[in-house]
């Protein structure tokens, strides 16, 4: 029987709990829905590393929404984006004349983000707007505003809740601190 290591042995230290990820998710929810009443709102959750951030933040805006995918891959080492995008899985329902609101992860280098804004601004939505649960403002090359913005950390490659190293670590209920020796062993 293959015994896997429990993930927790990875993290170096626990960045953000599971309270306070709680907590701020239920904030940015208020603002969205007070700034969202009456529009056609459509949160697009950029996939993989989005997932329990929209699973957790949809059911904290209570107004009538609709909620579409979009997957990503940008190239490069494992733990650095490459400028370099892809698109893996395209949006079901057109945006065109609608308020879209990206949910993202992680804002590191701006990359990913820009491109799918792009990509987005390309359909003719009525409006695009940015949720980036964490911003990394200290790696950024490409400018990007982020009109609600979960938490600011510090430049650490960070895993759980949905973030992921070589696709572990996203089912972590908090975001942790990943030990710098995983990710120069892979
Ligand atoms: P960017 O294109 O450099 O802004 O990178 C954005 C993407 O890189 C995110 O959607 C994540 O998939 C990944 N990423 C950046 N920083 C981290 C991190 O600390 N942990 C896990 N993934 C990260
Ligand atoms: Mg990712």
């Not at 949720?131 to 650490?156: H, M, N, T, W």
């Amino acid at each position: 029987m293959i015994r896997l290591r429990p993930p927790a042995e990875d993290i170096a230290r626990i960045l953000i709990d599971e309270a306070t990820i709680a907590a701020k998710v239920a904030e940015l929810g208020a603002r969205i829905a007070a700034d969202y009443e009456n529009k056609d709102l459509i949160l697009v959750s950029v996939l993989k590393g989005s997932l329990p951030f929209m699973a957790d933040l949809m059911r904290r805006i209570p107004l009538p929404l609709a909620v579409d995918f979009l997957e990503v891959s940008s190239y490069g080492r494992a733990t650095e984006s490459s400028g370099v995008v892809r698109i893996l899985k395209d949006l079901a329902h057109p945006i065109e004349g609608r308020d879209v609101l990206v949910i993202e992860d992680v804002l590191d280098t701006g990359f990913t983000l820009n491109y799918v804004l792009e990509h987005l601004r390309g359909q003719h939505p009525a409006s695009v707007q940015l949720c980036a649960l964490l911003d990394k403002p200290a790696r950024r090359i490409v400018p990007i505003s982020i009109q609600y913005r979960g938490f600011e950390i510090p430049d650490e490659f960070v895993v759980g809740y949905g973030l992921d190293h070589a696709e572990r670590y996203r089912n972590l209920p908090y975001i942790g601190v990943l030990r710098p020796e995983i990710y120069r062993s892979t």
